[in-house]
Each structure stands twice: as structure tokens, then as C-alpha cells.
């Protein structure tokens, strides 16, 4: 599995189009889902999809996104498996992008 998707971590750009793949079907999954709840509705930015999958799914950045909207019921384990997606990927793209460096 892990040959599959990340090279073992000696192939970073496979764990980059992974999270570029998950960030286009997160983006896709929450502009058909709608809007979530804000947590402080006069505080709230403007609803954008690409956006929250963005920050829930690159753990290094923060947008703001991520803390200002509600996900409940499905929306809630999406959030949850794009972040430890996020979390996976990301770190392996950083491994691998030190690894390519060493070998240099």
C-alpha cells in the first residue's frame, strides 16, 4: 500500500497528487453539501469550500476556516479523515522532500 501511494516516501510528488486529489474532492464534497453552521455566526467569514479543505487538510497553515465552521454528521467525518489524510501527506512529503535533499 504504501509502495502504491507514496514510493515508500522516496517519491514525494505521489503523496502531492494525493493531497491534491483530496483536496478537489474535499472542495467538490462541501460546495454539494452547503454552507456548515458558524460556530460565531457574526464573526464568520464568507463560506468557501476550497478554502476549509484547504486548512483542514494542510496542518502547517492556518486560514481560519477550520475553527470558525461547525461540521456536523457526515460532514464532521469527512473533516475528520481529510485531517488525518492531511497529516499523513503531508509529513510524507516532507520526509521524502529531506531525504531527496540528503541525497544530493
Given at each position: 500500500?504504501?509502495?502504491?501511494?507514496?514510493?515508500?516516501?522516496?517519491?514525494?510528488?505521489?503523496?502531492?497528487?494525493?493531497?491534491?486529489?483530496?483536496?478537489?474532492?474535499?472542495?467538490?464534497?462541501?460546495?454539494?453539501?452547503?454552507?456548515?453552521?458558524?460556530?460565531?455566526?457574526?464573526e464568520a467569514p464568507t463560506w468557501d469550500p476550497?478554502?476549509?479543505?484547504?486548512?483542514?487538510?494542510?496542518?502547517?497553515i492556518s486560514l481560519g476556516h477550520d475553527t470558525?465552521?461547525?461540521?456536523?454528521?457526515?460532514?464532521?467525518?469527512?473533516?475528520?479523515?481529510?485531517?488525518?489524510?492531511?497529516?499523513?501527506?503531508?509529513?510524507?512529503?516532507?520526509?521524502?522532500?529531506?531525504?531527496?535533499?540528503?541525497?544530493?
Amino acid at each position: 500500500m504504501q509502495d502504491v501511494v507514496v514510493g515508500f516516501g522516496y517519491v514525494p510528488s505521489r503523496a502531492l497528487i494525493w493531497l491534491s486529489a483530496l483536496l478537489f474532492t474535499a472542495t467538490a464534497y462541501f460546495q454539494a453539501s452547503g454552507p456548515l453552521a458558524a460556530i460565531k455566526p457574526d464573526e464568520a467569514p464568507t463560506w468557501d469550500p476550497f478554502l476549509y479543505s484547504l486548512d483542514v487538510l494542510i496542518p502547517f497553515i492556518s486560514l481560519g476556516h477550520d475553527t470558525v465552521w461547525d461540521p456536523t454528521g457526515r460532514d464532521k467525518a469527512v473533516f475528520i479523515l481529510l485531517m488525518v489524510a492531511g497529516w499523513v501527506l503531508t509529513t510524507t512529503v516532507i520526509a521524502g522532500l529531506g531525504r531527496v535533499l540528503q541525497r544530493q
